[in-house]
């Protein structure tokens, strides 16, 4: 079996250059014209983000409409949507879209927030390199994930889910290499709900999964 | 003593460190200089005191210089400061030809280092004329604003303005302290030093020796807040405070800071805080001097509150001492303090004194609800605010600097 080289990874945060939007409907029209990587930032990055809070929904669009705008409506609605399981970011940005036009469609004005509340449109760079650590075998990835840093934790099982073979992270990928012959293990990685984790607890989940499936300690 | 990375490794995990050392080999040798304004008093020079040894212990050339003024060149810099945080203030022609003067005669020392530098990290505006003084530079130039610039006074910002777009890029704190300008706009957000006097474990008698010499009494709750004699500190307002819940509870407060090499001010808005706190033994106003980091160390760790309630504030980084500390933190709705302070679960925002005081009294009376508040800070600010982060996102900027390229993978 190849061994496994865990990557880490840094998020390098910067402005997309895109004007923030007082209201919803410029939220709108930002969403429609923003390059990809300001889409993936907002839903996908939020969990390696330096931060205090421990927000109820992972994408920022659905904090922005509870907390700012004060829709909650909106913002369970964009709270739910899963950016993992669309085919690409642009199924993610119409999905998006066709909720924020079906609100805006419902309203009788147009939601706004005060100024020093509105949202600012980021991208990243996500740094990645080889940590020089090594997992040779199925049975030490429990062990091995306990001792990740958040970075590892996030490349290797969220970013992973955009890279080819889309879908999938890069644990199982690894598993797979042997065939059937680990399935507890993608069962139990494969079981995990990834949306409602900080990377700290999915780290925690994880290691819960693997033990469960006969990893080592 | 220089910080040693292998020192934090109890605190932040073998990994964390050992991946530090992977990223920093990859700029082994690399020509770093930072440039402020001060060697010591205030965050800047803090985050400096630490970050310049721990490039070099990762295998960055990494080096730390100070530009020298006269008191006149930083009353008009805090001048620049407070316009660009939002106060009007005068700055007439002469004031920035005496701002470019000390620039002209402090690159006469350092333009050879910064000429050959590969990468300079300029922080705030004192130094920032530095760039157009060194037409011959070889490296990259960033700008580090560590303050909250979104909503300058604008006259400032326009003559400062022509000053940092010429930059290659420039770092914020926060997305909201930014303003567009024609170069990528990197946000970092700042952090502290575990190990540092500021924020190193004390023991019982440490704290003890600190209550004695200032009179606390530690049977009854006290609040403190740190910060330089600034009036966007608001420091009269946290005295209103005070003696709206010292009527129903017999709380102490500290204000105490120390006076910044660069801020003139300090010393009136000191006089207008005494004043204010005048028959009023339970209130200290105490002015550090320079380098008393225990001393605030065992004044954070003796409250029971800690206040940082600013009207206009940059990161707030008394606000990450106070949660690493374990306290929950009282803090104003404004800047860095609202990254950091989440309602019931780090500690509350405020925009008043009776905010404030109706927030103190809550605290007082949830005993349980504080700890709980104080243990989770602690924890937020070990996973996201220690200076390992922070190191992490410089090392990963100049990776990203180097290579030129802005794609959303970068494999190193």
């Not at chain 2, 106003?285 to 380098?291: C, N, Q, W």
């Not at chain 2, 065992?298 to 504030?313: F, P």
């Not at chain 2, 109706?358 to 700890?371: A, P």
Request: contains cysteine.
């Amino acid at each position: 079996m190849t061994p496994f080289e865990v990557k880490d990874c840094a998020l390098l945060i910067r402005m997309s250059g895109l004007p923030p939007a007082m209201n919803l409907r410029e939220l709108r029209d930002r969403i429609a014209s923003c390059g990809e990587n300001v889409l993936y930032h907002h839903f996908c990055e939020t969990t390696l983000r330096p931060t205090f809070d421990d927000p109820d929904y992972r994408n920022d669009f659905a904090v922005w409409s509870k907390l700012y705008l004060g829709d909650r409506v909106l913002a369970e609605r964009l709270g739910i949507l899963d950016p993992y399981s669309m085919g690409g970011t642009e199924e993610l940005r119409a999905a998006t879209l066709e909720i924020i036009d079906d609100r805006l469609g419902e309203l009788t004005m147009v939601p706004w927030v005060r100024p020093g509340d509105e949202f600012l449109f980021k991208e990243a760079t996500t740094v990645v390199f080889d940590t020089g650590e090594r997992i040779h075998a199925p049975k030490e990835l429990a062990p091995a994930i306990r001792r990740m840093t958040n970075g590892s934790v996030y490349y290797h099982f969220l970013e992973a889910l955009r890279r080819p073979p889309v879908g999938k992270d890069d644990f199982s990928s690894w598993i797979l290499e042997e065939g059937e012959k680990y399935s507890p293990y993608l069962v139990s990685l494969g079981s995990i709900d990834i949306q409602f984790h900080s990377l700290d607890h999915l780290r925690k989940e994880l290691v819960r999964a693997l033990m469960q499936s006969g990893g080592e300690t | 003593m220089s910080p040693i990375l292998a020192a934090y490794e109890a605190i932040v995990g073998s990994s964390v460190v050992t991946h530090l050392r992977r990223l920093g080999e990859k700029l082994s040798g690399l020509r770093v200089v930072h440039v402020n304004s001060t060697r010591e008093g205030g965050g800047v020079a803090e985050i400096l005191e630490w970050m310049a040894p721990l490039m070099r212990n990762v295998g960055v050339d990494a080096s730390w210089e100070v530009i020298q003024g006269n008191t006149r060149f930083f009353e008009i810099t805090k001048a620049i400061h407070n316009g660009l945080q939002g106060k009007a203030v005068d700055l007439p022609k002469k004031d920035w030809r005496i701002y470019q003067d000390v620039n002209e005669e402090n690159v006469q020392r350092l333009r050879p280092l910064l000429e050959e530098a590969d990468i300079v990290f300029i922080h705030d505006p004192q130094p920032a004329h530095l760039l157009k003084l060194c037409p011959n530079r070889k490296g990259k130039w960033v700008w580090r604003a560590h303050i909250d610039i979104s909503r300058p006074f604008r006259p400032v910002w326009k003559v400062l303005r022509t000053i940092v777009d010429k930059f290659d890029a420039s770092i914020f704190s926060m997305a909201e302290f930014a303003q567009p300008l024609p170069h990528p706009q990197f946000l970092v957000p700042p952090s502290i030093d575990p190990l540092s006097e500021k924020n190193r474990e004390l023991d019982p008698a440490e704290l003890e020796s600190v209550r004695s010499e200032f009179g606390i009494d530690p049977e009854r709750p006290l609040l403190v807040q740190i910060s330089r004699f600034d009036r966007f500190k608001d420091p009269i307002g946290v005295i209103q405070a005070c003696r709206l819940v010292r009527k129903v509870i017999p709380v102490q407060l500290v204000l105490a800071g120390g006076g910044a090499a660069d801020d003139p001010e300090g010393k009136a808005v000191l006089e207008d805080v005494m004043e204010a706190a005048e028959g009023a033994p339970d209130i200290h106003v105490i002015l550090l001097p320079s380098g008393a980091h225990k001393t605030i160390n065992a004044l954070q760790r003796a409250a029971d509150i800690v206040l940082q309630k600013s009207t206009r504030e940059g990161f707030g980084l008394t606000v990450t001492e106070g949660l690493w500390k374990g306290k929950p933190v009282i803090g104003g709705d404004v800047g860095g303090i609202r990254l950091q302070v989440t309602n019931y679960h780090t500690g509350f925002l405020v925009n008043t004194p009776e905010g404030a005081a109706h927030r103190i009294r809550y605290l007082l009376h949830h005993r349980e609800r504080m700890k709980e508040i104080g243990e989770i800070g602690r924890e937020f600010v070990r996973e996201n605010f220690l200076l390992s982060r922070h190191l992490r996102d410089y090392l990963a900027l100049m990776l990203a600097l180097r290579s030129g390229r802005g794609e959303r993978i970068l494999f190193v």
